[in-house]
């Protein structure tokens, strides 16, 4: 049973740097893309960062430069920093995890993701 919890989220000003921690657990695949998606109210779920089995990130382009992502594949772990956030970077942020070494480009073809972690910036 594959579980995903975050943590980190929280209140920043504009300007201000949050970072979050994703935690696997019963994740077997040994290499997973891991990533990071993102909701606003009335908007499509989009993914923000990913990782793939090599280590090959993808970023959205409204984070690129911004935000970074880092996994451990051994401990099923992965994190995003973000840096210099925007009021329009506030959403519920949820860790993802694909079980397979190639990430997606589309929320709905990641197999798992967790109850998600909110930012909100101001």
């Known amino acids: 049973h594959v579980q995903l919890v975050e943590s980190g989220g929280g209140s920043v000003q504009a300007e201000g740097s949050l970072r979050l921690s994703c935690a696997g657990f019963?994740?077997?695949?040994?290499?997973?893309?891991m990533g990071w998606l993102r909701e606003v109210p009335g908007k499509a779920r989009e993914v923000v960062a990913s990782?793939?089995?090599?280590?090959?990130?993808i970023y959205a382009p409204a984070v690129k430069g911004r935000f970074t992502i880092t996994k451990d594949n051994a401990k099923k772990t992965s994190l995003l920093q973000m840096n210099s956030l925007k009021p329009e970077d506030t959403g519920m942020y949820f860790c993802?995890?694909?079980?397979?070494?190639?990430?997606?480009?589309?929320?709905?073809?990641?197999?798992?993701w967790g109850q998600g972690t909110q930012v909100t910036v101001s």
């Open positions: 993802a995890v694909r079980l397979n070494s190639g990430c997606p480009t589309l929320p709905r073809d990641f197999t798992h």
């Open positions: 019963g994740i077997t695949y040994r290499d997973p893309c």
């Open positions: 990782m793939d089995g090599y280590g090959h990130t």
